[in-house]
């Protein structure tokens, strides 16, 4: 089943600006980690946020996880032409659950593009 | 250079006729995962594995089986491959040894075409 629902599905911004992407879920999480996927080629993960934690930071990225509302932001600052990607959002719903399994699900991602 | 390793990158097989995407990680991880990618519909999780002999259904898991007869290998076999299964293929491994650890290495990707 999809967990994180990611939003916008596409956003186009110049070159410094800022790109804030969301990811909603609907059930309880141990955490949640945000994926970058350059056109074709497989996932690279960019940063993981614990249930936990409220705000994490990793160069110019900036995640934030309100699990009041279920929801989590990635924040690009000052981006560049080569952050042009998708970002997807991935959680662990499974495994909260005690279920002795584990998934990790993912959205259907956002597709951002930097314009030089 | 710690990596995931999928075999072949582009496929294109006719319907009907079994075939076998490999994958292989060289980080000792226990979990293993298979997941396709298609156009609005992002990644969907087919089967994963939580170590040696231990695996279980995804989301899609309907045309495929898998195995894990050792830790470093988990195979995505297409018994009868149909062109619905034309997608993109992704082979990902975890070191899962406790549920805060679950940064997931993704391989390049398999290409696969059923005509």
Not at chain 1, 50 to 55: D, H, P, V
Not at chain 1, 61 to 71: E, F, G, M, N, P
Not at chain 2, 66 to 83: G, M
Request: overall charge positive; charged content about 20%; some cysteine.
């Amino acid at each position: 089943s999809q967990q994180g629902e990611e939003d916008p599905q596409a956003l186009s911004i110049q070159e410094g600006e800022n790109a804030t992407m969301n990811c909603s879920y609907k059930t309880s999480i141990n955490n949640l980690q945000w994926y970058r996927q350059n056109s074709g080629r497989g996932l690279v993960h960019l940063i993981l946020i614990r249930s936990n934690e409220r705000e994490k930071h990793s160069g110019r990225l900036r995640v934030t996880l309100d699990t009041s509302k279920k929801s989590s932001s990635l924040l690009i600052t000052a981006s560049r032409a080569a952050d042009t990607a998708s970002y997807f959002c991935a959680t662990d719903e499974s495994s909260y659950s005690g279920a002795g399994s584990y998934q990790l699900t993912f959205g259907k991602g956002t597709k951002l593009s930097v314009i030089p | 250079e710690a990596q995931v390793t999928q075999n072949p990158r582009y496929l294109i097989t006719v319907t009907g006729k079994k075939l076998t995407v490999t994958c292989s990680q060289n980080m000792n991880h226990e979990y293993m995962s298979w997941y396709r990618q298609d156009p609005g519909l992002g990644l969907r999780q087919i089967y994963y594995s939580m170590n040696v002999e231990v695996t279980d259904k995804g989301d899609v898991p309907e045309g495929y089986k898998v195995s894990r007869k050792e830790k470093r290998n988990f195979p995505l076999i297409l018994e009868s491959p149909s062109p619905n299964q034309t997608s993109l293929y992704f082979c990902a491994s975890s070191l899962y040894n406790s549920p805060l650890n679950t940064e997931a290495f993704f391989g390049q990707g398999t290409r696969l075409t059923v005509v």
